[in-house]
């Protein structure tokens, strides 16, 4: 049997824009973008990044019908309505430059969730000790034994979220003993247990639930985009995976929400195990787990993927769950226990190639990789694993990845014994310039 788990990266290998900042790109086009000229195409999109990637892009335009592709003023004006309104879209607006991947994206998720933690701990604390509930934020130094002192940083993330309104006589002069308005920000009315009277405390649930929403309508966004101009790119013609040892899979496990694989190629069984794009999407976008133990207590467990996969119905048996694979083992462990005799058409039959092709195999799927290297642990139980790269730089990560995850002694042994490989990435070609060529 023949299994390919793909990643971020095989749609990119097909030069589709899935990576995070084309999606960013995109949706800060929009949300400048001058109405009076009408609908926007795709160069209008995503013409910024040309230059910056001009190899990918021109591929792009080559392989895709992308003069196709409109986004009607509707559809602008609503995105824009939708990207204004979204806290989460305008906290990384705010940290553009610091995300790069959708795994820095995880990581923001976390830092801003972090700073949430430790500044809902002191206001709990606070309340606690005097029963008050002070409105006002600060920054900086202690002022007059102010309860609520954040950094610049801290208090930029959480009034960007949505927790604060800023003082906009902040620093300015004023006719008291600092000569100076000293008050950075108010808390939002919306998150106080009674609106609009803040005496009675903070409602961190109410606020929570508010975060959540904006994280799903994030998501929504997200979805937007992939519908109305990655699965629009309609290909010049068909698609060939040109490589020397390549297989067609028989199974797919997908991280993407894209359904590039059945799109271009064939119909073939998918499972998504981060959900997918559509109409009736079910995507999962958040963090691998709660680090601090205060996100615990609040029940801060709708940002973790696990919780989304489990609301979301997304959550597969992956490879532990696969018939063929349970097959396999069962057949290697008879056959090294000596109950059963073997011939060459078992060992053709009882085997699997597992190819990943674009997963970065990175700490945040822990659970995902361990799964795929726990085959062959007491016995060669056949099942080989091939991982595609981009480049050397790219090996290099992958490799450093997994002996994170699995360690060196594993690594070691999976290499030695050829079980693991790795190999460039296949090469996506029109089939019109293959036989061009002939």
Not at 165 to 170: A, G, P, Q
Not at 429 to 437: C, K, Q, R, T
């Amino acid at each position: 049997m023949n299994i390919l788990i793909v990643g971020n990266g095989f749609d990119l290998s097909h030069y589709l824009p899935t990576k995070y900042d084309h999606f960013m790109v995109a949706m800060n086009a929009i949300e400048n973008w001058d109405e009076s000229k009408g609908d926007m195409g795709f160069d209008d999109l995503l013409g910024s990044l040309y230059e910056k990637e001009d190899y990918f892009f021109g591929y792009t335009k080559a392989m895709y019908k992308t003069d196709e592709i409109k986004i009607s003023i509707d559809q602008i004006k609503e995105l824009k309505e939708k990207l204004k309104e979204n806290v989460w879209y305008q906290y990384f607006s705010d940290h553009v430059r610091e995300v790069k991947t959708w795994i820095d994206f995880e990581v923001k998720i976390n830092e801003a969730l972090n700073t949430l933690s430790v500044f809902l701990i002191d206001v709990k604390k606070a309340y606690d000790t005097t029963g008050d509930f002070k409105e006002r934020i600060f920054i900086g130094k202690l002022i007059e034994n102010q309860k609520y002192i954040l950094t610049q940083r801290q208090f930029n993330i959480l009034s960007v979220l949505g927790l604060f309104e800023r003082n906009n006589n902040y620093g300015r002069a004023a006719n008291n003993k600092y000569g100076k308005d000293v008050i950075a920000g108010n808390f939002s009315i919306h998150c106080f247990i009674v609106p609009n009277n803040g005496t009675l405390g903070f409602n961190y649930l109410k606020y929570l639930q508010m975060l959540q929403e904006h994280l799903e309508n994030f998501i929504n966004i997200f979805n937007l985009y992939l519908e109305l101009v990655i699965s629009q790119l309609t290909p010049v013609d068909k698609f060939s995976i040109e490589n020397a040892d390549w297989i067609y899979p028989d199974k797919i496990f997908s991280f993407n929400y894209t359904n590039t694989y059945e799109r271009i190629y064939d119909s073939v069984e998918v499972e998504y195990l981060h959900g997918r794009h559509g109409v009736e999407q079910n995507i999962v976008l958040g963090v691998s787990d709660l680090e601090d133990d205060s996100l615990k207590k609040i029940k801060a467990y709708g940002f973790t993927k696990y919780h989304q996969k489990l609301f979301k119905d997304t959550d597969c048996q992956f490879l532990s769950g696969n018939i063929h694979l349970k097959q396999t083992k069962s057949f290697w462990s008879q056959v090294n226990n000596k109950t059963r005799i073997i011939t060459q058409a078992d060992r053709d039959r009882f085997k699997a190639n597992i190819f990943i092709w674009g997963h970065s195999l990175d700490i945040s799927d822990e659970s995902y990789i361990n799964e795929i290297f726990s085959n062959n642990d007491k016995y060669d139980e056949q099942v080989r694993v091939t991982v595609y790269h981009f480049n050397k730089t790219a090996k290099f990560d992958l490799l450093n990845n997994l002996l994170a995850i699995l360690g060196k002694d594993k690594v070691e042994h999976w290499m030695k014994n050829k079980w693991l490989q790795f190999k460039e990435n296949p090469k996506i070609v029109l089939e019109n310039a293959i036989n061009s060529e002939d």
